[in-house]
Nanobody, 123 residues
Framework: QVHLVESGGGLVQAGGSLTLSCLAS????????VGWFRQAPGKERERVGV????????YYEDSVKGRITISRDNTKNVAYLQMNSLKPEDTAVYYC????????????????WGQGTQVTVSS
């Protein structure tokens, strides 16, 4: 397992952009796919996207497709979630998670989770 720490959250105006980081330590980061999730107050946690272990494959949920980009730098043990055209409904705590992919990016069991970073989008 790896230890994950998210950073980069904050307050941003609607239409703005934000990039979150997920820094890994304590394991072989390049073994893992990284998923980004979010949880808004009173709502279930939802996945927003996933990146494969090598960074060559990504999956995005329809709700955010076209507005987010997930990338990673295995030399620095970090993954990124770039969000553009932010909307108030994007307000949530954002989490990254690491898991081993067995061929697809949708059905991954995530063994490590970060503590989350708050993103607030004002209208």
């Amino acid at each position: 397992q790896v230890h994950l720490v998210e950073s980069g959250g904050g307050l941003v105006q609607a239409g703005g952009s934000l990039t979150l980081s997920c820094l890994a330590s304590g394991g072989i980061f390049s073994r893992y796919a990284v998923g980004w999730f979010r949880q808004a107050p009173g709502k279930e946690r939802e996945r927003v996207g996933v990146i494969g272990w090598a960074g060559g494959s990504t999956y995005y949920e329809d709700s955010v497709k076209g507005r987010i980009t997930i990338s990673r730098d295995n030399t620095k043990n970090v993954a990124y979630l770039q969000m553009n055209s932010l909307k108030p409904e994007d307000t949530a705590v954002y989490y990254c998670a690491a898991g081993v992919s067995h061929g697809d990016l949708v059905s991954i069991w995530y063994s490590s989770w970060g503590q989350g970073t708050q993103v607030t989008v004002s209208s």
